[in-house]
């Protein structure tokens, strides 16, 4: 057996950390002398503070440690986790490319991130609009009818809502677009407003800073990109509105995100 000094050098681990484990119920010594209160570790015990050490590192808390050491489904916890882990990585990544936008300003329009966009439950409603300067109005239109219909129904936090043309081809007349919505379930279907999952998704994304008719340089920018790193696109571009008539007075304030679903060919 070990002193509590020697297993804490061979285990690599501060004393004050093996008391506190010891503390928690995590990793008792294998004998505390009723003289003098010495502990003493068992070379065995070196596995279990590397297993401690190890889920610790993964972010894992003392709570969990001790139902995995109690028999509950490690994999199942560290699902739990991970799953965390990837809801922060998007909250995180959105705050990022805010914080780099605010940072560079223009520059940002010419800055392609590549990132995954999670899976999602939407309310969405399709129609064809006469001309891109409807879309304001479709997109305030469709948030009413949702709202009659499920009053209770809450946006996620952070929002996420996008715009996507359906059309198989370029359009200025009579577009076929879609507003999609992300919200915490799935609420009443209506006539128009309906509800589905949507799949985890990779983009590329560009951050696009003025008015909606300058959209096609940052069309062009992004659309280079996906072509020189042979990427290719899967689904229907979604245009999310971040900054617009509702809370700019300038047209040159506006700012869009354009996220084109891709894969690797």
Known sequence: MYKIGDFSKLSK????????YEKE??????????????????????????????????????????????????????????NEIEDNLIKLNT?????????????????????????????????????????????????????????????ITPDYCYISYLDGEYKEENIKVRYAQAVDGIGKETEEIKFMNTPEVLVASIYHKGAYDSLRDSYNIILKYIEDNNYEIVDNVRECYI????????????????????KKK
Request: charged share 25%; glycine share 4%; hydrophobic share 35%.
């Open 25 to 82: 119920g995590l990793l008792k010594p294998a004998f505390i002398d009723p003289n003098t209160s010495y502990r003493f570790y068992e070379s065995s015990q070196l596995t279990d503070i590397s297993k401690i050490i190890s889920l610790r590192q993964a972010g894992l808390s003392i709570k969990n440690i001790k139902n995995i050491f109690n028999g509950s489904s490690m994999v199942d916890i560290l699902d739990n986790r991970k």
């Open 95 to 155: 705050e990022l490319s805010k914080i780099k936008y605010l940072m560079e300003g223009i520059n940002m329009q010419n800055e392609i991130i590549i990132k995954k966009i999670p899976s999602y439950t939407v309310y969405f409603r399709d129609k064809v609009i006469s001309n891109f300067g409807e879309v304001t109005e479709f997109v305030l239109e469709t948030g009413a009818l949702c709202i009659k219909a499920n009053p209770t129904l809450k946006c």
């Open 243 to 262: 900054d617009g008539c509702w809370n700019k007075d300038d047209e040159n304030d506006y700012l869009t995100e354009i996220q084109f679903p891709i």
């Open 13 to 20: 681990t501060t004393i004050k950390a093996l008391r506190y």
